[in-house]
């Protein structure tokens, strides 16, 4: 059974359990292009949440596609760096976190100022969110989008005002924009976005940044730019350079494949910074294991672009066999895709779980969607397989 997208008002956007406890067996990729660059998948996966939907039927995941994950990292360099390493985990890393911070600023065109570091960036979302909502105010974002800062801002007092994306998916900005009121503490804008892989287009962005920014600071997470053709045609941090109250996330999560790891950074005003800063700490919530491979990952550049080419190889693929099913998969920017189906989204997760595969599903439109990470082109057949069967 098919479904089109319903181009309706979005409704709320809510999150249905995706949980499951699994192990991922090791996988290698089918690509022409893996290297000696990509480090072996680890047989263990890291558990998933713990959701009482799986409690007493915890399957062995044959293909872990539910976290957008990098299934070729951290590169063999990281792994090494990491190894060596763990013998002065008895020594606090602000050496290694300066070190850090400075060959960011060089990237990202700002003095090392402008730099705040976090394990991982949801940590720096949450503390955003903290130090802006403490006496109140409204949040403005898309709906649906990434749910972290949102979720803990509304958990301390704010309002949040979501407006829904456009038809194309991308964010509607004119109806942001005039969500703004003086009540407004911060603007939210996840570009590519999640759970819908899609873009917003960055000329429009800019525009509407410079003008927004005038009234409120902008927090643009970038969490998955580097997935994109040409990320430095659309990322946001020139505005920072530039003077505007807008700050920039990224994460070494994904495209690093370091999401167990832990790190991130945002790229912001210094006063801005300096607001979170003087609540809470920032380097010493990190590892010394963790900042010296990421500063060896920020160098990995052929290990980054292999991964970039790779996952575009398995997105292309299962976009491809999606598409000619019939389904509306909404073109993806990212590490993830999704598109709506026709059975209930709880129903379809513990069938799917059934057959060894790990998946999110997600409900908005007043329609059930899955939302698949790409893992390498093995999981990828297998998720197409177990698809095919669940949804006879």
Not at 31 to 53: C, F, G, K, T, Y
Not at 67 to 86: D, F, L, M, R, W
Not at 165 to 185: I, N, P
Not at 341 to 346: A, N, T, W, Y
Request: with cysteine.
């Amino acid at each position: 059974m098919t479904t089109k997208i319903n181009r309706r008002a979005w409704l709320k956007s809510s999150l249905l359990a995706a949980g499951g406890i699994g192990l991922a067996p090791s996988l290698v990729s089918g690509s022409s292009r893996v290297s000696s660059h990509v480090a072996p998948i680890n047989p263990q996966s890291l558990l998933w949440e713990h959701d009482p939907m799986y409690k007493d039927s915890a399957p062995a995941l044959r293909a872990r596609l539910l976290a957008n994950e990098n299934p070729y990292g951290p590169s063999k360099k990281v792994v090494s760096t990491i190894s060596e390493a763990v013998s002065l985990g008895n020594r606090y890393a602000h050496g290694d976190a300066a070190t850090l911070i400075d060959m960011i600023a060089e990237k990202e065109g700002v003095t090392k100022d402008h730099i705040m570091l976090g394990p991982g960036s949801t940590d720096l979302l949450e503390k955003t969110a903290i130090v802006r909502f403490l006496e109140g105010g409204n949040i403005v974002s898309a709906d649906p989008s990434y749910m972290s800062l949102i979720n803990t801002s509304r958990r301390i007092g704010a309002t949040w005002k979501p407006i829904p994306l456009t038809a194309d998916f991308s964010h509607d900005l004119d109806g942001m924009a005039k969500a703004v009121d003086s009540e407004t503490k911060l603007v939210y804008i996840c570009n590519p976005n999640n759970p819908t892989g899609s873009i917003t287009e960055a000329g429009k962005l800019k525009k509407f940044c410079k003008s927004v920014a005038a009234k409120t600071p902008i927090f643009v997470d970038e969490a998955y730019l580097e997935f994109m053709d040409k990320p430095e045609d659309n990322t946001m941090v020139g505005l920072v350079a530039e003077g505007h109250d807008v700050i920039v996330a990224r994460t070494f999560s994904k495209i690093h494949g370091m999401a167990g790891l832990r790190i991130g950074y945002i790229v912001a005003q210094p006063e801005r910074i300096g607001s979170i800063t003087d609540m809470v700490r920032s380097t010493m919530g990190l590892s010394v294991t963790s900042l010296k491979g990421a500063i060896v990952s920020v160098q990995e550049n052929k290990f980054l672009e292999e991964c970039k080419a790779m996952n575009k190889e398995c997105r292309d693929y299962v976009f491809s066999e999606l598409t000619a099913m019939g389904y509306d998969v909404i073109p993806s920017n990212t590490s993830f895709m999704i598109f709506p189906i026709e059975m209930d989204g709880k129903q379809f997760l513990k069938s799917m779980f059934a057959e060894g595969v790990g998946v999110r599903s997600y409900n908005f439109l007043d329609k059930p969607w899955c939302r698949v990470s790409m893992g390498t082109m093995p999981e990828m057949e297998i998720f197409l397989e177990a698809f095919k069967k669940v949804t006879a």
